[in-house]
């Protein structure tokens, strides 16, 4: 194989083959969306053996330093390579928000966390919740258990207090992600 410093990016793109008779086509694609990399057709793909660009016993890695020599190839952090997943989009199409783990596609709006992040989102946002919408005066709050409140509240799962605009917790790549507009 020719990738040997990061092997990563083989995981985020696929290659696509085709040949018969005298027609050959060499396509490597972005995993998540499908969209073309960088492509061969008919003599191209000869002419690219012949160059020594593409190895005919590793398409798959061969194309991708091509594609990496070429600048067409972009890294991005696991967590936007897990929301492209889950939304089936090119990564490209994602952008880092300027608030906490937050990525936006579109006008779509989405947090993308980790296990444990999530576990301390949840309680920051039950505790912001204790804080700033019950109201009780000081004799009833001293007997109020904020923790037994939290752990009920944890009953209807953290995508209840994360996911602000559906609800719904979902995982990719083992992150998880929740829709937040």
Known sequence: ???????????????????????????????????????WRDDEVEQAVEDGFLDASDWHGSALAQAEELGLIEEYDDEIYALAEHLECNPGEISEASYGASYDCGNQSYLVVSDETADELEDEALDSYINDCMEMDDNVRMYFDDEKWKSDARMDGRDHCLALYDGAEEESQGFYIYRTN
């Open 1 to 39: 194989m020719l990738i040997t410093e990061d092997d990563t990016m083989l995981e985020h793109t696929i290659i696509a083959t085709h040949s018969e008779c005298y027609n050959a086509h060499i396509d490597l694609q972005c995993k998540y969306s499908g969209d073309t990399i960088i492509e």
